[in-house]
């Protein structure tokens, strides 16, 4: 029934397939793209733009460095830790090009964090950021890693600016603690000693792994998704299908606020947009809304890229409310809930309403979203072209129409697997291709479908299910609140009870009483908390995401303190 039901679902002008061996890997796409749209703006950062055709050069500059100047061979694993900068995009299409494989890697993780990825991965290779250089400096000793590359957040601007904009950072603001990496190569060297060399592209099969994409880290140990060839190649493809008219090839410019090391804008800035040729405008620190604001001033941006939190933060900014939102027609949400509060709140603020999809690390990310010509508002839409979703019960059991349950996603996007981990493997995926995903939803008889909530931060009150997202989308639209989380606690009576936590927007009061009023009126008896905590912050992810399991566990920790010796 599944496999043909989606058929129909499709706005006009749509393909319910894509071709997924239309090219046979990233480097034939890359190649493509930057000869077709050379003169076209690829990436800009700090006021330096880098074309298609500058991009692909300095590619193969990087890619010719590590093939005659380094020992790693195609297939070793290459760590690049770097935000949002121009070095970048360089660094990991070169890799591709010279046949590593990328680990995406936060720089702002942890020397713990960082070892343990490096070791899991096996990578050789470390691309990183001065700023975090001295971590690096503690970790490599304990890992394989053999060869580091050590670049400045203004590496690729013209000489004065750079010098200006490094020591600015380095002297002024001193963000870049000293560190000690004596065979470590500089980036703009390693550009250098490539420069003019020949590139010997390599040419993976579609099946060969591309990127390892580490998840799972705040629910248990970190995971590397491997993420093929043929896996990048279809969510690009399935991307560019589902944007249809909206966004021009070669014309559009994007704004680009989340990490690239993240899989969200990593397959959408550095892979989709790219096959399409369009530019994408780098934002290296969006919790400085200020500097953020300023920069989006300075473009007729007809795309942005967000999430709730990011979306919620910008709308209460004065200066962002005055800008110039005539070219904005595409804005897309995905990383976490949207909440109908802030996409209401934004379409007033920008004109242009929220397209929200949904996705995960395993599916490359992309595996549904609201087709732009046909958005429904609190839904995650419909799969991409050719995916397949359906809802499962506890016992794995196809559920019908319009029944809860956990959603499982099959298509071309899911990944082969987790990197050295078979067990965690069979877990998600089944002999069939089909991923669970660990989500609750819905699947409604349209073909959209809602997200109702994570399977494990479900609450059970007395037998009852009640889930944070529902609460959360409730006490978003109660005014003053900005910022606001919703958790089940231990209770001897009814199993879990519901406590929320608040941030109050600045300058506004709000009092318990009138927290309560509000979910009273709103949600019904099982589902109104229990208490509520004031908070001047929530704990998130780098990209902004709320950590419920780490409000979850300061309450466990707070019962364990309180229950007698």
Sequence with gaps: MIENFWKDKYPSGIAADIDPDEYPNVQAVLKQSCERFANKPA?????????????????????????????????????????NVLQYPVAVFGAIRAGLIVVNTNPLYTAREMEHQFNDSGAKALVCLANMAHLAEKVVPKTGVKHVIVTEVADLLPPLKRLLVNSVIKYVKKMVPPFHLPKAVKFNDVLAMGQGKPVNDASPKSSDVAVLQYTGGTTGVAKGAMLTHRNLIANMLQC????????NEGCEILITPLPLYHIYAFTFHCMSMMLIGNHNILISNPR???????????????????????????????????LDFSSLKVTLSGGMALQQAAAERW????????????????????ATVNPIQKIQMGTIGIPVPSTLCKTINDAGEELPLGEVGELCVKGPQVMKGYWQRQEATDEMLDADGWLKTGDIAVI???????????????????????????LEDVLATLPGVLQCAAIGVPDEKSGEAIKIFVVVKPGATLAKEQVMEHMRANVTAYKVPRSIEFRDALPTTNVGKILRRELRDEELKKLALKKPA
């Excluded at 560019?240 to 966004?247: I, R, V």
């Excluded at 941006?301 to 209460?316: I, K, Q």
């Design 288 to 322: 400085d809304l200020s500097a953020m604001v300023k920069e989006l001033s300075k473009w007729k941006f007809s795309g942005f890229v967000g999430l709730n939190t990011l979306f919620v933060a910008l709308c209460n900014n004065a200066d962002f409310r005055n």
């Design 43 to 83: 990436f800009s950062s700090l006021g330096k733009t880098l074309t298609y055709g500058e991009m692909y050069e300095r590619s193969g500059a990087f890619a010719a460095y590590l093939q005659q100047h380094t020992d790693l061979q195609p297939g070793d694993r290459i760590a690049v830790q770097l935000p």
């Design 240 to 247: 560019k299908a589902l944007m249809g008219s909206n966004l």
């Design 347 to 366: 379409k007033d603020v920008t004109g242009c309403s929220i397209c929200e999809g949904y996705g995960m690390t395993e599916t490359s990310p992309v």
């Design 444 to 470: 409604q008889p349209d073909g959209y479908m809602r997200i109702v909530d994570r399977k494990k931060d479900m609450i059970l009150v007395s037998g009852f299910n009640v889930y944070p997202n529902e």
